[in-house]
T-cell receptor, first 123, second 116 residues
Framework: GAVVSQHPSRVICKSGTSVKIECRSL??????MFWYRQFPKQSLMLMAT?????????EQGVEKDKFLINHASLTLSTLTVTSAHPEDSSFYIC???????????????????FGDGTRLSIL | AQSVTQLGSHVSVSEGALVLLRCNYS??????LFWYVQYPNQGLQLLLK??????LVKGINGFEAEFKKSETSFHLTKPSAHMSDAAEYFC??????????????FGKGTKLSVKP
């Protein structure tokens, strides 16, 4: 159980292109999903927190107009990298937390389930 | 503020030897701590979690970790390494204050190599 599907797994495209990455929880619902970015041989850095039915919360230094997040349903969040440039090349990973964990303090700190990531390469 | 520090970016052990991956945390509130494993070009898989219950936590694949408040540590161990354990391991703390939504702060990761 608790499977998160992330698609596509790999994208290679030209500079200036917009790229959409989907994150789906397959067997559970998630009011909150997270988007992380991982540079080669480095750790994961949170980009934004995606909330179903409301605006995403972006971390400091992350351009919200550059990285558009939409959480349209309880099982789908999308990240669109607009007008991508070579410096946007990275490994993007989403995660989701099961809604059944609850929204209180205990629930918010339950494990997140991760997708397999998207390798984005901008030429 | 909360943070985790992983000592050693690369650990190499022989197959069958003890695995010890170190993680120290900093937190002004009781922490929720996790260990995740990442295989190349894949996402993260949860190994185990500490959520203020038992201090010795058993996870999948024979891994376990002990929460030591006095040492602010949450080291990951496995008695006998297998070749399949070779991967990147991340220690993480859940942000648990203010209006946080429980996002994770990760350590820099430790790459585990297992020699035959």
């Amino acid at each position: 159980g608790a499977v998160v599907s992330q698609h596509p797994s790999r994208v290679i495209c030209k500079s200036g292109t917009s790229v959409k990455i989907e994150c789906r929880s397959l067997d559970f619902q998630a009011t909150t999903m997270f988007w992380y970015r991982q540079f080669p041989k480095q750790s994961l850095m949170l980009m934004a927190t995606s909330n179903e039915g409301s605006k995403a919360t972006y971390e400091q230094g992350v351009e919200k107009d550059k990285f558009l997040i939409n959480h349209a349903s309880l099982t789908l969040s999308t990240l669109t990298v607009t007008s991508a440039h070579p410096e946007d090349s990275s490994f993007y990973i989403c995660s989701a937390r099961d809604i059944s964990a609850g929204q209180g303090s205990f629930g918010r700190n339950q494990p997140q389930h991760f997708g397999d990531g998207t390798r984005l390469s901008i030429l | 503020a909360q943070s985790v520090t992983q000592l050693g970016s690369h650990v190499s052990v022989s197959e069958g030897a003890l695995v010890l991956l170190r993680c120290n945390y900093s937190s002004s509130v009781p922490p929720y701590l996790f260990w995740y494993v990442q295989y190349p070009n894949q996402g993260l898989q949860l190994l185990l979690k500490y959520t203020s219950a038992a201090t010795l936590v058993k996870g999948i694949n024979g891994f376990e970790a002990e929460f030591k408040k006095s040492e602010t540590s949450f080291h990951l161990t496995k008695p006998s390494a297998h070749m399949s354990d070779a991967a990147e391991y991340f220690c993480a703390v859940s942000v648990n204050y203010g209006g946080s939504q429980g996002n994770l702060i990760f350590g820099k990761g430790t790459k585990l190599s297992v020699k035959p």
